[in-house]
């Protein structure tokens, strides 16, 4: 879960760099890439009967081009992820991933995900969350949290349906990532379910966890109304393999939900733990999943901005100077942020391939 004082940040340097202005020059790959495919990536908008909820984001897919890797140069703080903008794809299918970005984010905060696993053979698919992302702050959208992990299932609806990207996806692989906010996001989506009665006991503290704050700011399940819609079943059963990012929410989940998941859930926390408590989130998260099902993941130093992009060089000082609080999440955002990302996208693909 993001702090109140980076969503300035979240709202203002991350969307500098959403119009991207690519250079011509290609990236070379690293002397250990033994990556196969280049990252294509196009714009996606999500066709279906939801009038009140229009969906856009991005998809990264593999393509038979692994040299033609444009970067974008748009932002002083952040570097832009490797991509060939609507290359043409490779034969698939290919195993698709769907990411739930955090709180006030928005999907350039995992492309470089997108991006490192387009290029290893996955189709991954990411939208905007309207009302709780960079782009759209809506009080009540926000309070409809519910509609978070319909967001997902719609976009996996959209993709293995009318898109032009349906032979891209295996649909017996289907998989779900999320950071912060979002990893509280696909845990709903995996079988977890908003418990009202622990949510006010949770909550009501004297120092209640950062999710709370949240939630209470976004008037979250206050009316019988709502709580009926946060704590129905939203699992989708289409997705076979959750990824939870240094997720916030755990305390308001239901124990008795999270014994019976049944798919496997790789919980993936900050072993610097600058923003949350682990002993709450994902550490509690592991403890109440099924043992068989869980694979939990304590990234040494990582903090919970390392699941974002990596910031060059001079983005802390930029933001130091520019944006003061702000420059948290470059804390460690350039070569040690690229040593994390290694990290996660080793964890992951040994994750999916198991």
């Known amino acids: 879960m993001i702090s109140q004082f980076t ?12 119009t991207l202005s690519l250079n011509t020059s290609a990236v070379s ?18 066709s279906d009967t939801y009038g009140d909820r229009p969906l856009a984001g991005d998809i990264w897919y593999p393509t038979n081009t692994p040299g033609r890797m444009q970067k974008a140069d748009k932002s002083k703080v952040w570097e832009m992820a490797p991509a060939d903008p609507n290359g043409a794809p490779a034969k698939g299918p290919f195993p698709l991933i769907v990411v739930s970005h955090g709180m006030y984010g928005n999907t350039f905060n ?13 189709v991954v698919a990411m939208v905007n969350h309207p009302g709780t992302s960079t ?17 997902l299932s719609r976009l996996i609806s959209y993709l293995t349906g009318p898109s032009d990207y349906r032979a891209l996806i295996d649909e017996t692989r289907i998989h779900a990532a999320g950071h912060s906010l979002g990893g509280f996001t696909v ?20 120092t209640p966890p950062v999710a709370c704050g949240v939630l209470k700011g976004w008037s ?16 989708d059963p289409r997705v076979s393999k959750v990824i939870s990012m240094d997720l916030g929410g755990t305390p308001v989940f239901s124990r008795a939900s999270l014994g019976a998941i049944d798919i ?19 550490r509690a998260l592991s403890r109440a999943l099924p043992d068989t099902m869980t694979r939990h993941i304590e990234l040494k130093d990582a903090g919970h901005f390392d699941f974002m992009g990596k910031c060059k060089p001079e983005g ?39």
Not at 110 to 122: I, P
Not at 220 to 235: H, Y
Not at 316 to 338: K, N, T, W, Y
């Open 7 to 18: 969503t300035r940040l979240i709202g203002g340097v991350l969307s500098a760099v959403c």
């Open 29 to 46: 790959a690293g002397p250990q890439d033994n990556t196969r495919y280049g990252p294509g990536v196009a714009k996606i908008e999500v």
């Open 110 to 122: 995992q492309a470089w995900l997108g991006s490192e696993l387009s290029r290893r053979g996955f």
């Open 135 to 151: 782009f759209l702050r809506d009080p009540d959208q926000a309070r409809e949290l519910w509609k978070r992990p319909a967001d």
């Open 187 to 206: 845990m709903l989506l995996a079988g977890a379910r908003f418990d009202s009665a622990r949510y006010e006991t949770a909550c009501n503290v004297e």
């Open 220 to 235: 979250v399940a206050e009316t019988p109304g709502d709580q009926g819609a946060m704590q129905a079943d939203l699992k």
């Open 264 to 282: 496997p859930i790789l919980v993936l926390g900050s072993g610097r733990a600058d923003m949350l408590n682990q002993d709450v989130e994902s």
């Open 316 to 354: 802390f000082a930029i933001l130091q100077e520019h944006e003061p609080g702000d420059e948290i999440v470059c804390i460690m955002g350039s070569v040690e942020r690229a040593e994390q990302h290694q990290r996660i996208v080793e964890e992951i693909l040994s994750f999916l391939g198991s």
